[in-house]
């Protein structure tokens, strides 16, 4: 398995664009998370879904945020409109039993918006 | 909001030293991970060791829990340049999230 894939790799956007961010998890896995890593508030959780179903998004930090997951292989985490204090990298893990096993991260997206 | 705090902040070695740091944590867990970063990656998972154990080993990492202190360590043996990486911490409590920490970085000198 290619394990978790991301893309894109790097975006660079102008405040009030819309950004989307995409990720592919391993298959076979059943939970899939939504970090994002900043120097400030270091690796936080956004949201996370368990059979394609949004379990907990208390994470997402405002209603400029949404992410869906319309089949067991895609997730989007959309930002509309961006703002420059969502420059972070984000990440997309998954894993098969959630909480209790180990989570596979991908390579991240590394957000910069102007 | 981050459960777990890993100390040192930093670490500086030389090739074929131990390094150890620490996490702590404030509630009660069922699980504790240790991950690897290297510089501009995702995060790779090292060891996950339960609430009832105290002790995991893998390789050249040994890791240590003790609950009565919420503490936990991570001791790398016989480090290599390759091990030059932040750590990362992360605490299972019971509201089923997994937190991370802000990491330690591990700087091995050839």
């Known amino acids: 398995d290619a394990g978790v894939i991301q893309s894109p790799r790097h975006e660079v956007t102008e405040m009030g664009q819309e950004v989307t961010l995409r990720c592919k998890p391993i298959s076979g896995h059943d939970y899939l998370f939504w970090y994002r890593q900043t120097m400030m508030r270091g690796l936080e959780l956004l949201i996370y879904f368990n059979n394609n179903v949004p379990i907990d998004d208390s994470g997402m930090p405002e209603d400029r945020f949404s992410a869906k997951m319309p089949n067991a292989s895609f997730s989007t985490l959309k930002i509309q409109p961006s703002e420059p204090r969502d420059s972070a990298v984000y990440f997309c893990a998954s894993s098969s039993r959630g909480w209790d096993e180990k989570l596979f991260f991908g390579s991240g997206t590394q957000l910069s918006v102007l | 909001s981050q459960q777990g705090e890993e100390d040192p902040q930093a670490l500086s070695i030389q090739e074929g030293e131990n390094a150890t740091m620490n996490c702590s944590y404030k509630t009660s867990i069922n699980n504790l991970q240790w991950y690897r970063q290297n510089s501009g990656r995702g995060l790779v998972h090292l060891i996950l060791i339960r609430s009832n154990e105290r002790e995991k080993h893998s390789g050249r990492l040994r890791v240590t829990l003790d609950t009565s202190k919420k503490s936990s360590s991570l001791l790398i043996t016989a480090s290599r340049a390759a091990d030059t990486a932040s750590y990362f911490c992360?605490?299972?409590?019971?509201?089923?999230?997994?937190?991370f920490g802000a990491g330690t970085t591990v700087t091995v000198r050839a």
């Open positions: 992360a605490t299972e409590a019971n509201d089923y999230k997994l937190s």
